[in-house]
């Protein structure tokens, strides 16, 4: 499964370490209670509607959601439905694709904080859209094999990498520290829609139209994307050359930055091992699963998954507001608590009520999802200088989402050692015990975002 795919699985099932996407940051001295994040997001500051390049960016990253909603399922329907790959071709499509994340996210990071974020971010867009766009003509003439898909996935993977951490430290650069929750919670919002209505319209693309002409949505999208970028005027400054160290030793403080504090190193702990079950599930096993057992087509698949997102936007939406009840920290844990268990029940249904109920554990989970991840995201960036900002996401994703390759294979492994269904049951298993990592830690006592550092 590319890493598009796994980011639209991932969202639902997972504390993303974000994304594909782009996660929250915080608010300088502002807390939950004095400031834009106390009120409903379509209703927060007025500043941002007027900040004309955060809205490019927000337009940009909208579409491009959207978009990736056409390849997350474009590309487990055309491996599963047209070239009926197994548990353990899955796999390893899922660990080509997230493969990247745990050999160069760490260099990555030291990379990116020398160099200006934003041109970045328009590289690897236009590279993702023209290597989504090969796909869909691979496609198009039957040229396209499992082969390919591992290749190409690893590729986008690396794109991914890059844009990934560049994205999280490129926000806190382009609007004001008090202003990051608010940001944030506008592309949740815009994340939460697009995983909302995007999944029906590509499962309806791919049933009319088939898988690549849907492909080739998402890699317009990217281009898309790729110029609102370039229409952005802020410019970042240029980091200076002379305060440059060795790699290693840049690479080392980024680990001392997560490791040293003990609120982060659970965090991640948590994370990481969600993502790990969360993948050998999703990646290797799901798509095949409700399409053997459960006789599920492409547009089944997208309108579950919409119905499920419809959480998305519930919980963008309530956050900041529960935050402000039970803290910060219980918000977290409660995120984490409701995004693992509630799934537990998905391999036991069956029948003509499969359909609603395994929406409903979507819808559950991905309201825990977006409890934990505001919170814990912004948690993160309030604590560590902007000159760390890239360092620190490189660490956090090398740690988060280099499990996600380990559990891809051991899915795949598994899947066909035991039997679909059964090793879903395991991983499922698994995973519901994560928030014990956040529960029983300092988490717990964080109440309000701390002041921002430097």
Avoid at 8 to 27: H, Y
Avoid at 195 to 200: F, I, L, R, V, W
Avoid at 397 to 412: E, K
Wanted: charged share 10%; net charge positive.
């Amino acid at each position: 499964m590319s890493t598009l795919c796994i980011y639209t699985l991932l969202l639902i099932f997972a504390p993303r370490e974000s994304n594909v996407s782009p996660e929250t940051a915080p608010p300088g001295e502002l807390t939950y209670s004095d400031g834009p994040c106390g009120l409903p997001i379509m209703a927060s500051s007025a500043s941002l509607w007027q900040h004309r390049d955060f809205l490019l960016l927000w337009l940009g990253q909208s579409v491009s959601r959207l978009g990736d909603q056409f390849t997350g399922l474009a590309i487990p329907v055309i491996a599963v439905f047209v070239l009926a790959a197994g548990p353990l071709e899955m796999g390893f499509l899922g660990f080509a694709g997230t493969l990247p994340f745990l050999l160069f996210g760490l260099l990555v990071g030291v990379w990116v904080d020398r160099r200006q974020r934003r041109s970045v971010l328009i590289r690897a867009d236009i590279g993702r859209g023209l290597m989504i766009a090969t796909i869909a003509a691979l496609a198009f003439v039957g040229l396209l094999h499992m082969a390919y898909l591992y290749v190409f996935s690893f590729l986008i993977g690396i794109l991914t990498v890059f844009f990934d951490v560049a994205y999280q430290a490129y926000l806190p650069a382009l609007v004001e520290r008090k202003q990051l929750v608010d940001a944030n919670s506008k592309l949740e919002t815009s994340n939460s829609v697009a995983n909302t209505g995007g999944p029906a319209l590509a499962g309806a693309v791919i049933e009319l139209f088939k898988a690549p002409i849907a492909m080739v949505f998402d890699a317009a999208s990217f281009f898309f994307s790729a110029a609102t970028l370039i229409a952005i005027r802020k410019r970042e400054p240029t980091p200076d050359p002379a305060q440059r160290r060795s790699i290693l030793t840049e690479v080392a403080e980024g680990l001392q930055v997560v490791l040293r504090e003990p609120r982060l190193r659970y965090i991640a702990g948590c994370t990481a091992w969600s993502n790990f079950f969360s993948s050998a599930v999703f990646s290797a096993l799901l798509i095949i699963y409700l399409k053997d057992q459960l006789g599920f087509t492409p547009l089944t698949l997208g309108l579950m998954f919409t119905i499920g997102s419809v959480g998305g936007i519930v919980g963008a939406v309530t956050a900041s507001r529960v935050a402000k009840r039970i803290g910060v920290g219980g918000t977290i844990i409660l995120g984490a608590i409701l995004f693992g268990p509630v799934m537990l029940p998905l391999p036991f249904v069956s029948g003509p009520f499969a359909f609603f109920a395994i929406a409903g554990m979507f819808f559950v989970s991905l309201i825990g999802n977006l409890y934990y991840n505001i919170n814990q995201v912004s948690f993160r960036q309030a604590i560590v200088p902007v000159r760390l900002q890239g360092r620190l996401n490189a660490t956090m994703r090398t740690i988060v989402w280099g499990t996600l390759p380990l559990g891809a294979i051991a899915g795949g492994v598994l899947g066909e050692a035991i039997g679909v269904r059964t090793a879903i049951i395991v991983g499922l298993v698994g995973g519901a015990f994560s928030f014990l990592w956040v529960l029983f830690s300092p988490v717990r006592q964080i109440r309000e975002m701390p002041e921002s550092a430097a």
